[in-house]
Antibody, heavy 119, light 106 residues
Framework: QVQLQESGPGLVKPSQTLSLTCTVS??????????WSWIRQPPGEGLEWIGYIYYSGGAYYNPSLKSRVTISVDTSKNQFSLKLSSVTVADTAVYYC???????????WGQGTLVTVSS | EIVLTQSPATLSLSPGERATLSCRASQSVTSYLAWYQQKPGQAPRLLIYGASNRATGIPARFRGSGSGTDFTLTISSLEPDDFAVYYCQQRSNWLTFGGGTKVEIK
């Protein structure tokens, strides 16, 4: 069973860049059957898709976040990463990494990590 | 952007009762719709994909139906473990989620 684990700072200052990494274990990271995705959830609110990336590096982003988001992949470490620039308090959320099937369903999720944007 | 509207926002039911959750899309998503369950402090879990296919390990009491713009998640007989928030998600045009329906104990 594949497992995903988010890691990174829990506190980021406004205007800075949020950086998170997701480590994938227990399954094949290099696969033509899956993409690797980031989703976020502000406290007490619903889910928002951020973007996803293929193991070879092709990435797709939510149009509303596209100007601030970069997702990258490191196949040597079975990891993919999220960078969100120019953060504001509105970016405070639990950030999840997840595996996305080739039909674009999120079938395995990390436990999530809370990132707070505050000075 | 395709907007998904879930109703009701909250459903108050007793264990053993039938739950019917609705998800309506602002334009057709054909059958490209999934349902997720989220419990407090946990990540969402995939229940249904392709509108009506149960994900691995999901009990038969969960049933998805619909196509086009109107979809339903039915839980035939609520177990104590089923009280949670449920989200729908479409993949027809990027990925978007509905606002969620909370199923609470009456």
């Amino acid at each position: 069973q594949v497992q995903l684990q988010e890691s990174g700072p829990g506190l980021v200052k406004p205007s800075q860049t949020l950086s998170l990494t997701c480590t994938v274990s227990g399954g094949s990271f290099i696969s033509t059957d899956y993409y690797w995705s980031w989703i976020r959830q502000p406290p007490g609110e619903g889910l928002e898709w951020i973007g996803y990336i293929y193991y070879s590096g092709g990435a797709y982003y939510n149009p509303s976040l596209k100007s601030r988001v970069t997702i990258s992949v490191d196949t040597s470490k079975n990891q993919f990463s999220l960078k969100l620039s120019s953060v504001t308090v509105a970016d405070t959320a639990v950030y999840y990494c997840a595996r996305l099937t080739d039909d674009l369903w999120l079938d395995n999720w990390g436990q999530g990590t809370l990132v707070t944007v505050s000075s | 952007e395709i907007v998904l509207t879930q109703s009701p926002a909250t459903l108050s039911l007793s264990p053993g009762e039938r739950a019917t959750l609705s998800c309506r899309a602002s334009q057709s998503v054909t059958s490209y719709l999934a349902w997720y369950q989220q419990k407090p402090g946990q990540a969402p879990r995939l229940l249904i994909y392709g509108a009506s296919n149960r994900a691995t390990g999901i009990p038969a009491r969960f049933r998805g139906s619909g196509s086009g713009t109107d979809f339903t998640l039915t839980i035939s007989s609520l177990e104590p473990d089923d009280f949670a928030v449920y989200y729908c998600q479409q993949r027809s045009n990027w990925l978007t989620f509905g606002g969620g329906t909370k199923v609470e104990i009456k």
